[in-house]
T-cell receptor
Framework: ETGVTQSPTHLIKTRGQQVTLRCSSQ?????VSWYQQALGQGPQFIFQ???????GRGNFPPRFSGLQFPNYSSELNVNALELDDSALYLC?????????????FGPGTRLTVT | QQQVKQSPQSLIVQKGGISIINCAYE??????FPWYQQFPGKGPALLIA?????SEKKEGRFTISFNKSAKQFSLHIMDSQPGDSATYFC?????????????FGTGTRLQVTL
């Protein structure tokens, strides 16, 4: 059973640019959540995807968007990058349904915006 | 609005000692309380979790104590080892839309000395 994988590991972008981050969920998990972890802070929920649709969003602006594909993998897109977007972006996968609560995180993508 | 408060911010414990990390929450709709362990450069790893109908859960050297009336829960690491040195995050699960969202504390950096 493979765990959650993310790519790339590190990324450096310039303010105003756009970035796409990728995530492959753990085998059998069809729900993917994205979190932003600023340095020295706990992860903050961005949004969650289930059945290729966004089913919940945290307090992040619309320039943060995502996709989920039929194989359950997912992308996080951030437009018009700002310096404050520099963070570790984490993807977590889980099983769907009210009875399943565990979320398993990938290693993250470290994004630096200069 | 921070809904999960975690303390202490940092903790130094001697090898073999007991590490205790505390968290308090505000939202009574939270229904699942996991603890994550994070090493530098890695994603958070699920350590142990509890539901609010249980007052204590033990897995190996790790124990969660849960006080529903006080809206507090804590992680106890018995016989702490240098390999336990990491940042620990408490979290609480709630819903946003139909999404299952984790709200994290700010983390506790644990150092276990020889």
């Amino acid at each position: 059973e493979t765990g959650v994988t993310q790519s790339p590991t590190h990324l450096i972008k310039t303010r105003g640019q756009q970035v796409t981050l990728r995530c492959s969920s753990q085998s059998g998990h069809n729900t993917v959540s994205w979190y932003q972890q600023a340095l020295g802070q706990g992860p903050q929920f961005i949004f969650q995807y289930y059945r290729e649709e966004e089913n919940g969003r945290g307090n992040f602006p619309p320039r943060f968007s995502g996709l989920q594909f039929p194989n359950y993998s997912s992308e996080l897109n951030v437009n018009a990058l700002e310096l404050d977007d520099s963070a570790l972006y984490l993807c977590a996968s889980s099983l769907p349904g009210l009875g399943s609560y565990e979320q398993y995180f990938g290693p993250g993508t470290r994004l630096t915006v200069t | 609005q921070q809904q999960v408060k975690q303390s202490p911010q940092s903790l130094i414990v001697q090898k073999g000692g007991i590490s205790i990390i505390n968290c308090a929450y505000e939202n009574t709709a939270f229904d699942y309380f996991p603890w994550y362990q994070q090493f530098p450069g890695k994603g958070p790893a699920l350590l142990i979790a509890i539901r609010p109908d249980v007052s204590e859960k033990k897995e190996g050297r790790f124990t969660i104590s849960f006080n529903k009336s006080a809206k507090q829960f804590s992680l106890h690491i018995m016989d702490s080892q240098p390999g336990d040195s990491a940042t620990y995050f408490c979290a609480a699960r709630g819903n946003t839309g139909t999404a299952s969202k984790l709200t994290f504390g700010t983390g506790t950096r644990l150092q276990v000395t020889l």
